[in-house]
């Protein structure tokens, strides 16, 4: 099963914050032991060079039912054994295969703007969502102002992208300080990442894995 997602683009500053906040506010509020995680998700889009800067809040109400966990995406309801490999949906299997000691149940909940490929670098948020599953799973927190751009490849490597510039303007955009991008397209000659981040004033760095971004993003050690 592949699952079916869909872009919604989110042009201003304003709308993207206030989107977020009333996302948290409409959460439930009766289960203490949830777990909230917002994930910065960086798209590139062919209408304009100034890229998009889109949230994805994901919520775990870790309750005992439905066991196994259940993915929900709208009104959409996914069993986890049941979970295929587009690319969110991969990434989540990917973050249960890495927290074995973690019990699935509950429900695993996405709101906010949804991602699918808006370019033909394909499905680069793969390597965020896989960061913001592991995250909402062991109940760390996403340190803000880091992003992430790259998908998620076999044995947990970041891969590589296309429309970097566009991304790293949209993270500038929400006064985002670190960019992070796949191994070896910082020196891309389709670009010039060195002088776009003199530019604005923000740090692009290069990473591997998906342990070494999380860690970025988190703080803390897988």
Not at 6 to 23: C, K, P
Not at 73 to 96: D, H, P, T
Request: charged letters at 20%; hydrophobic letters at 45%.
């Amino acid at each position: 099963m592949v699952w079916p997602l869909a872009i919604h683009t989110v042009r201003f500053r304003w709308l993207t914050l206030s989107l977020a906040a009333w996302l948290l506010i409409l959460l439930p509020q009766s289960a203490s032991a949830d777990t909230t995680v917002e994930v910065p998700v960086l798209a590139a889009t062919r209408a304009n060079n100034q890229g998009d800067f889109n949230v994805m809040v994901l919520n775990w109400d870790r309750r005992g039912n439905p066991d196994p966990m259940e993915l929900r995406w709208g009104n959409q309801r996914i069993r986890l054994k049941e979970v295929g490999l587009g690319s969110i949906a991969q990434a989540f299997r990917y973050a249960v295969e890495q927290t074995p000691s973690v019990r699935y149940s509950g429900t695993l909940t996405l709101y906010g703007a949804s991602y699918a490929p808006v370019s033909s670098d394909g499905p680069s948020a793969g390597a965020v969502m896989a960061v913001g599953f592991l995250a909402v799973l062991r109940g760390d927190a996403i340190i803000r102002g880091i992003a992430l751009t790259g998908t998620l490849e076999p044995e947990g490597r970041v891969g590589p992208v296309g429309g970097i510039p566009d991304k790293v303007r949209a993270a500038a955009r929400e006064h985002y300080r670190l960019v992070l991008i796949p191994q070896g397209q910082l020196n891309d000659p389709r670009w010039d990442l060195s002088g776009l981040s003199m530019q604005l004033n923000l740090t692009i760095k290069e990473v591997s894995t998906i342990q070494e971004a999380y860690e970025m993003m988190t703080g803390r050690k897988l």
